[in-house]
């Protein structure tokens, strides 16, 4: 039964239960065969005992990792890891970075020394039948008997069970073992217990002569480990900062006459199919092992805004263009925690509700999501429309209740100390507050409140979707909006989740008049993960982009109101190709009907093919 069980613990290739191995055959049989014939028999007992725990984590450590994740407190909702799929989610001038807050540590712990005053164990048990869920079938029975009644160093849970099959982390190894080194400094000391036997001796000897060969190639690989990773220190590119980036190549065209309402002439299709790119490089630097310092660089963007060339902002891209050329900063943000349950973040640029907020639509948003700008996530609460500088904090309730809030300005606006409609309160800018409840781990739900206000400059209420009297209720006259906003995400299985939200925007005129408008839009997503082949992802979205459903406002007193008199249907789907871990194929095809809200245009298709490169 020894032999066996141990030969299954070197089959998982544990790499941190073979390197104590390797020490530990050579110091205690030099060592310790002097101080009696407990040491060894202790040895092979807790050998045993351990691959049982460290075979009980095997799994989770080859399990292919998705590319899809909910954005759920269940899954961690306060503090964000710095990884590629994080970056991934960032989307051009308006970044896109749901964050990834962690869970509190894993309670269940190996022996007495190791438990917490969350988890106190029961008194020392004496037998191993005091353990409710360990029975004699079990494959490690005899090493847990051996260790409770021969040694008695392991404890069980207030509830009576051990608990065998959860995994073991390399801290509470520690301490267990440290906990039975002592067991038997005392059996040593005080020589009374005549526990360990010559056969136990012969076993451990027999296992070193076993895997003799196996452990001389193993040092090898440790020396070859070591080696490798004194090079790569001494020319990495800082001890602070890592660099992650991405590129996108896409080929598109759009079909359908241009959404203007102009003379006819000027209504046909003049798009032609184009070739466009944009690549990015992010350095993510930590002081502290906790905090990210985000520097964003885009190094080129050619992909159009396709507003002027088809005559609305419904066919707009998630990751298109803003206008500037060369290389410039994107982004620059500071995230820090505060305590276990709080994250604080501060921005100079491009401070996006969406870093700071969970906008429960990870499944269909980000680089390798959805083409359109609309199908990302709610536009009137997490798009702005405008950078932003200001600050935003995070605090995680519980598992089932988080609040995120904060408040920015345009950084455009922000960093000038004169005028009426600059500096950090006086320009456009932001508040939001956000609850985001999560019942079960499979649903998520965020109840959110956001306010806006324009008052000079480009007015974009609905960033930059839906229709022009949307964006632009009252023309250029200053104004105020108090935007609703209700978002789901329900994974009802691992390959299916449905999501989706409702906005709701109350505007107000500030400036040559007191007009109201009000504005609503809506989504149902719905996202496929392994589609076809494990890794894939296949996306639908059916949605109304913001549309002015009823306004007082008319730009002269002949004028007609300032409100839409149709519905348009955003209809979108697409799916996405791993070629690998850092290659991404992704056919799009979306259609708007009656651009504009309006029936005298004719539908609008977009289709596109991109891919995209992350590193």
Same mark, same amino acid.
């Given at each position: 039964m020894c032999n066996r069980d141990v030969k299954i613990l070197w089959g998982a290739s544990d790499q941190r239960f073979i390197n104590f191995l390797c020490i530990t055959q050579e110091l205690m049989f030099n060592v310790l065969w002097n101080y009696g014939l407990?040491?060894?028999?202790?040895?092979?007992?807790?050998?045993?005992?351990?691959?049982?725990?460290?075979?009980?984590?095997?799994?989770?450590?080859?399990e292919p990792k998705s590319e899809i994740r909910g954005i759920s407190p269940n899954s961690g909702t306060l503090l964000i890891k710095p990884t590629q799929a994080g970056f991934n989610q960032i989307a051009n001038a308006e970044i896109i970075k749901t964050p990834d807050f962690s869970l509190s540590?894993?309670?269940?712990?190996?022996?007495?020394?190791?438990?917490?005053?969350?988890?106190?164990?029961?008194?020392?048990?004496?037998?191993?039948?005091?353990?409710?869920?360990?029975?004699?079938?079990?494959?490690?029975?005899?090493a847990i008997q051996s260790l409770v009644e021969r040694y008695g160093c392991i404890a069980g849970y207030p509830s009576g069970d051990f608990r065998g099959n959860r995994a073991l982390s390399r801290?509470?190894?520690?301490?267990?073992?440290?906990?039975?080194?002592?067991?038997?400094?005392?059996?040593?000391?005080?020589?009374?217990?005549?526990?360990?036997?010559?056969?136990?001796?012969?076993?451990?000897?027999?296992?070193?002569?076993?895997?003799?060969?196996?452990?001389?190639?193993?040092?090898?690989?440790?020396?070859?480990?070591?080696?490798?990773?004194?090079?790569?220190?001494?020319?990495?590119?800082?001890?602070?900062?890592?660099?992650?980036?991405?590129?996108?190549?896409?080929?598109?065209?759009?079909?359908?006459?241009?959404?203007?309402?102009?003379?006819?002439?000027?209504?046909e299709d003049s798009t032609n199919t184009f070739l466009a790119y944009r690549a990015r490089l992010n350095f993510q630097t930590s002081f502290t092992g906790r905090d990210q310092l985000t520097t964003l660089l885009t190094l080129g963007s050619a992909i159009p805004n396709l507003t002027s060339t088809t005559g609305t902002a419904m066919t707009r891209f998630s990751f298109d263009s803003d206008g500037r050329e060369g290389t410039y900063l994107s982004q620059l943000v500071y995230r820090f925690p505060v305590g276990s349950q709080g994250t604080v973040w501060v921005g100079a640029r491009a401070l996006q509700p969406a870093i700071f907020t969970p906008t429960l639509n990870a499944s269909i948003g980000g680089l390798n999501g959805a083409a359109s700008r609309? &199908?990302?996530?709610?536009? @009137? $609460?997490?798009?702005?429309?405008?950078?932003?500088? /200001?600050?935003?904090? +995070?605090? *995680?309730?519980?598992?089932?209740?988080?609040?995120?809030?904060?408040?920015?300005?345009?950084?455009?606006?922000?960093?000038?100390?004169?005028?009426?409609?600059?500096?950090?309160?006086?320009?456009?800018?932001? &508040?939001?507050?956000?609850? @985001? $409840?999560?019942?079960?781990?499979?649903?998520?739900? /965020?109840?959110?409140? +956001?306010? *806006?206000?324009?008052?000079?400059?480009?007015?974009?209420?609905?960033?930059?979707?839906?229709?022009?009297?949307?964006?632009?209720?009252?023309?250029?006259?200053?104004?105020?909006t108090d935007n609703f906003g209700l978002q789901f995400n329900w994974r009802t299985s691992r390959r299916f989740h449905l999501g989706g939200w409702f906005g709701y925007t109350l505007a107000n005129q500030l400036a040559n008049g007191d007009s109201d408008a009000t504005?609503?839009?809506?989504?149902?997503?719905?996202?496929?993960?392994?589609l076809f082949q494990e890794g894939n992802v296949g996306g639908i979205i059916v949605g109304v982009p913001p549309k002015v459903t009823s306004s007082n406002y008319r730009p002269t007193p002949a004028a007609p109101l300032r409100q839409d008199q149709d519905t348009s249907l955003h209809l979108e789907t697409f799916y996405s190709y791993r070629v690998n871990d850092n290659i991404r194929i992704i056919p799009s095809l979306y259609l708007i009907t009656k651009p504009e809200h309006n029936d005298a245009n004719d539908a609008i298709w977009v289709g596109s093919l991109r891919t995209t490169f992350t590193f």
């Open positions: 407990v040491i060894p028999a202790f040895l092979n007992g807790f050998f045993i005992f351990s691959s049982a725990a460290l075979a009980a984590e095997m799994p989770n450590i080859s540590p894993k309670k269940s712990l190996l022996s007495q020394r190791t438990l917490t005053n969350q988890d106190k164990p029961l008194g020392q048990v004496t037998s191993v039948s005091e353990l409710s869920d360990v029975q004699p079938t079990d494959w490690a029975f005899q801290y509470e190894f520690a301490a267990g073992l440290n906990a039975c080194l002592d067991r038997i400094n005392e059996l040593i000391a005080t020589s009374t217990q005549n526990l360990v036997t010559k056969e136990d001796l012969a076993a451990l000897q027999n296992l070193r002569e076993q895997f003799a060969s196996e452990l001389t190639a193993l040092r090898g690989k440790l020396d070859t480990l070591e080696q490798r990773t004194s090079e790569v220190e001494a020319n990495q590119f800082s001890t602070t900062t890592k660099l992650v980036g991405d590129a996108i190549f896409l080929v598109a065209d759009t079909f359908g006459d241009r959404a203007n309402n102009t003379p006819a002439n000027d209504t609309f &199908a990302t996530f709610n536009p @009137t $609460i997490y798009r702005p429309g405008f950078d932003g500088a /200001g600050a935003a904090f +995070a605090y *995680k309730f519980s598992d089932q209740l988080q609040l995120n809030a904060g408040y920015i300005t345009n950084d455009a606006q922000a960093n000038i100390p004169e005028g009426d409609s600059n500096g950090f309160f006086n320009g456009n800018h932001l &508040a939001l507050a956000q609850l @985001t $409840i999560s019942p079960t781990r499979q649903l998520d739900i /965020g109840i959110t409140y +956001a306010r *806006k206000y324009f008052g000079t400059g480009a007015f974009n209420l609905t960033g930059g979707t839906g229709s022009v009297f949307a964006r632009n209720p009252f023309e250029q006259n200053a104004t105020t504005i609503i839009n809506g989504a149902l997503t719905l996202a496929f993960p392994d």
